[in-house]
């Protein structure tokens, strides 16, 4: 689906950080690069036009650039992974109780917030519109409490006024949250 600049764009970030590990998953910097590929074919898939990579700059940069109704916007694209929390737990071995996974930690909310207001900012040094398309991997591997999930993420997106934020759930699957969905019809409105 990419077009051929776009995919030499991609193929280099994802390179250039192949080693970029972290404790507990290996290679996660050069995934979290591939997953601009589901930000790019979201964007392409919504009918946007001129959706494109962008090269990476000295500065805050975002990821892809597209066109709503004639008006130049982009999307920054954040990945937010497993906690330190659920990697320790995974390499234990023993039986964890579910109760960690009935609601996301304060943790999580916190790196969601600092993902979001940096991927605004990324967006708004070269225009005033776009979307922030975040990738979530939850801890909670089997999803058992999403529900739960979802309302804590649109209520917090709400309390801080976040808006124009996709955000995808895991890799595999249809679930996703979608705050401020006006997008779709009309241009994109200043964040």
Request: proline content about 2%.
């Given at each position: 689906?990419?077009?051929?600049e776009?995919?030499e764009?991609?193929?280099?970030k994802?390179?250039?950080h192949y080693l970029?590990?972290?404790?507990?998953?290996?290679k996660?910097?050069?995934?979290?690069?591939?997953?601009?590929a589901?930000?790019y074919r979201y964007?392409?898939g919504?009918?946007?036009?001129d959706?494109r990579?962008i090269?990476e700059g000295?500065?805050a940069?975002?990821?892809i650039?597209?066109?709503v109704?004639?008006t130049?916007?982009?999307c920054?694209?954040?990945t937010?992974g497993?906690?330190?929390?659920?990697?320790?737990?995974?390499n234990?071995?023993?039986?964890i109780?579910?109760?960690?996974?009935?609601n996301?930690s304060?943790g999580?909310?916190?790196k969601?917030?600092k993902?979001?207001?940096t991927?605004?900012k990324?967006?708004q040094?070269?225009?005033p519109t776009?979307?922030?398309?975040?990738?979530?991997i939850?801890?909670?591997?089997?999803?058992?409490?999403?529900?739960n999930?979802?309302k804590q993420?649109?209520?917090?997106?709400?309390?801080?006024?976040?808006?124009?934020?996709f955000?995808?759930?895991?890799l595999?699957?249809n679930r996703?949250i979608?705050h401020?969905?006006?997008f779709?019809?009309?241009a994109?409105?200043?964040?």
């Amino acid at each position: 689906m990419l077009d051929d600049e776009s995919w030499e764009i991609l193929k280099n970030k994802a390179v250039r950080h192949y080693l970029n590990h972290r404790e507990g998953q290996r290679k996660q910097g050069f995934f979290n690069q591939l997953n601009e590929a589901f930000a790019y074919r979201y964007l392409v898939g919504r009918g946007f036009s001129d959706v494109r990579f962008i090269e990476e700059g000295a500065s805050a940069t975002p990821d892809i650039q597209f066109v709503v109704h004639n008006t130049q916007c982009y999307c920054e694209v954040k990945t937010l992974g497993i906690s330190d929390d659920e990697i320790i737990r995974r390499n234990s071995r023993k039986v964890i109780n579910g109760v960690v996974y009935i609601n996301l930690s304060a943790g999580f909310l916190n790196k969601f917030f600092k993902a979001v207001v940096t991927a605004r900012k990324q967006i708004q040094a070269w225009g005033p519109t776009g979307l922030v398309y975040v990738m979530v991997i939850f801890d909670d591997i089997a999803l058992d409490y999403y529900q739960n999930y979802r309302k804590q993420i649109i209520k917090f997106a709400l309390d801080n006024g976040f808006e124009n934020l996709f955000i995808k759930i895991g890799l595999r699957g249809n679930r996703r949250i979608l705050h401020n969905p006006s997008f779709h019809r009309i241009a994109y409105l200043p964040q």
